[in-house]
């Protein structure tokens, strides 16, 4: 009896395997989903492993690649599945988004694959025009423990991959980083498990479709690092669960992981894990205008968002509150800030931010003896102009709701929270808590030293932009921000959602002429560079981090950089070129903005004004000087009467700029 049932066992194991050779049933465990203009397709195979591969017009885009979760106990999304189920369904919705980055109604339009395998675990998959992504499920009793997870991406070709490479801290681990590094561009074959890299990166064929990789909806769970293998793939990596901490860092001090658990995650048994997103672009100037990332996140919890209010801002930290022609003492105190209320308010912005400094950065109820903030707040008040405060995260972690009722009396209606440089689980949900806190306050947020937004900023409107870039303040101490860097910035980072870049240094130089300078902060771009960051560059509220008084001098361009908007009726690239150029333009109301930057090559592009509706505009123009690409801060700021039918000639200096805003008449 015992031989009878091997041999049953037997035949049931060899038809089992016949069921995943080619031709010989495939199809039962084998599925296909196209994109609703059935240009993207993802076929999704259920066997000893789980695969997925990505088709655009027919042509093989990525490979095989497998998807896996395996948890503590044993139990796996691979193993003991039966007869899965799959179900289809349709969405042709939209989306109406409450702080628009990049425009305020959505199309949410996709084809959806659920793959219930029966054994407590599920697939997602969707295919929209412009990408797939897919995430797991889970559908267990009690809670789980995620010891790891396997997140394959492999490409039929050896491509060239733009990735930001985690630098090791010499005294902490592999996973702790501030997210700001320049990117790479390497074979994908050169790149080892060695290489860890933060996304979103981006694979860049000769010839098919650019494929940026990322994801959303990152709740309760690990932000995902991906590693090389040395071969045509990448793949997800996690840092595992915090044990123990330690602190470090005086004056700016932050919590480092001593010892972590051999798992990733500790979770609800019943949930859907984040989005694995790979966004597709068979033109470059697809990619800065892409939002799959927002469309894919959970829908605002905050039920009433009336109270957000995004801008423009100033900040004093980058320029270290270095004015000059004032008849005080600059600096950390009343008068700066009361300066700095008086240039906001001429120049049409909404808010000032105080940096660090007007508190103990280990106390923010021990304000700097300089600092009266009844007499700021009574001034900005009857300004009209709002107020921001800096914190260190770990300090508002442990003084949240005193700190928040604190902001809340002072009248307070932005605050930045700083210094976390890790996205393990414990930092995930330390965001969400912050987040939640603030709602309830009716503060807006932006975190710096933070991982990407990862759709978060859908979800929690208030959270209004992430820093999670190299951007304004490495002028002060590296020639790191350079125009090359700055023109893949739109192309990559962007497409996890909004950057705190802080643009607008006035103080301007040519690679030649460039030096870190500490004070007397410089930019390695031209004058109009730093000014198309505000059009191109999506973060509903922006940062001015040049120096006022600079500003004061030239106030007909202060001017036109205050009537620039943060969020956007609608958006549109005109022309791209990753890393080279790009020429976006922008709606608000009735007014259009376009903003184009070049990388350290001089261009000479054409912008037709075909998007305009019929009638005639005033066009305000902010172009490099003659000498932009010897004089950095040379420019040419002049008006012409425009219409559809008009094309403007630009001509860009090395890292050079241009701005156009067009308003009807």
Known sequence: MKSSTSFLRFLAGFFGLLSFLPGIAQTALTRELRSPDQNVAVSV?????????????????????EI????????????RYAKPRFTTRQNRGQIVSPVPEKRKVIPDVYQELTVDLRNSFSLIFRAYNDG?????????????????ETARFQFPENHRLYFPEVVKRPDQDRYHTSFEEVYSFKPLDSLSSRNLFFTPVLLAPTTAPKIAITESDLEEYPGMFLTGTGSKAVQGEWAPYPLEEAVAGGEYSQKYVTRRADFIAKTAGTRRFPWRVLIVAPNDKDLPGNDLVYRLASPSRVADVSWVKPGKATDEWIISSNLFN????????????KFYIDFAKRFGFERIMMDAGWSDTQDLFKIRPEIDMNAIMAHARKQGIGVSMWTLGMTLERQLEPALEQFNRWGVDFIMTDFFDRDDQKTVRLF?????ACARHKLMLMFHGAYKP???????PHAVAREAVLGSEFNIWSDKPSPDHNLLLPFIRMLSGPLDYEPG??????????RPIGENVMSMTTRCQQLAMFVVYESPIQFFSGNPSQGLTEPAFMELMGSIPTTWDTTRILDARVGDYLVTARQKNNDWFVGAMTDSTARDLTLPLDFLSEGTYEAAICEDGVNADRYAADYKLHTQTVTRTTTLPMHL???GGYVVRLRKK
């Open 454 to 460: 990862a759709g978060f900023n859908r979800t929690y």
């Open 132 to 148: 797939v992504a897919y995430r797991i499920g889970t559908a267990f009793r009690d809670s789980i423990t995620v010891k790891n």
């Open 505 to 514: 240094l006035l103080n301007n130089a040519t690679p030649k002429t460039f």
């Open 45 to 65: 195979s259920v066997g000893p492993t789980i695969t997925y591969q990505v088709f655009y017009q027919n042509r093989l885009i990525v490979a095989p690649s």
């Open 326 to 337: 004032v008849p005080f003492r600059s600096g950390i105190n009343t008068e700066t800030y």
């Open 432 to 436: 969400q808590k912050i987040a939640e």
């Open 68 to 79: 896996d979760l395996v948890l503590q106990d044993g139990k796996k999304l691979s193993a």
């Open 653 to 655: 200096a090395p890292g």
